[in-house]
């Protein structure tokens, strides 16, 4: 299987909409690939917190029409990374899309954990409730955006629900970067499975991003790493040693559930 991770940069001397159609220029040069994957937030920024409200779209907005027809035109899946939806009856959301290579919505996914602790997306958007994975003819992927990475149980959960492969688009802050190669190498170990995280590259709200988008074997070993700048970095992988290495070596069995503290 090949994988294709856009590791786009967001600056704020491009417009949404110039970014939009390059982004989509981008996915239809990866024809070829089989899955090929979008950052978080990058029509905006994930840190340009005051264009969330302004940016925001509905699930079917001007993104979705863009990606689903890259997708059909690529022929690829796509995961389109997330935006900024307006739910009409809500809040907005920071929402992932997943497209089929005949361009169809197979997927959206809100993001769970909201990143800010009081400021930001934590108290500008709304939290998603509901756990996605997407069946792919090769694998399960399980969805998770960005600071979800840090929150273990929510991949358990994904591993439960079938995933084998994880797709996590991101915003993530250079300052922190060491925690990100550490996070993504811990989800693929703990739950043998593959890691596919695709961060921005670029600096915008004076927030240097971190790049170094990442793909992991069930095993913990790195088998792609980008740099700091732009760039598409493709990976191809065997989706099947997910399934192998739960076999082989089966620690997934020995799990003991519903732990209490002590009385
Ligand atoms: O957890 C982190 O360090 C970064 C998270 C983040 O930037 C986000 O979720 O947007």
Redesign the pocket.
Known sequence: MRASLIQIAVNEDESVDSRRHRAAALVRRQAGSDLVVLP?LWTTG??AYEDFTREAEPLDGPTYEVMAKAASDAGVWLHAGSIPERDPDGPVYNTSLVFSPSGELAAAYRKIHR?GFDKG?AVLMGAGQALVTVRLPETTLGLA???D??FPELFRALVDAGAETFVLP????ER?RA?WTLLAQARAVENQAFVLACGTAGTHAGVPQAGHSIVVDPWGEVLAEAGPDEEVLTVDFDPAKAAATREQFPVLKDRVLGLRPPR
Request: with cysteine; proline share 6%.
């Open positions: 978080e994930a840190f990143f997306e955006t960005c600071y990475l840090r991101a915003g993530w802050p922190r925690h």
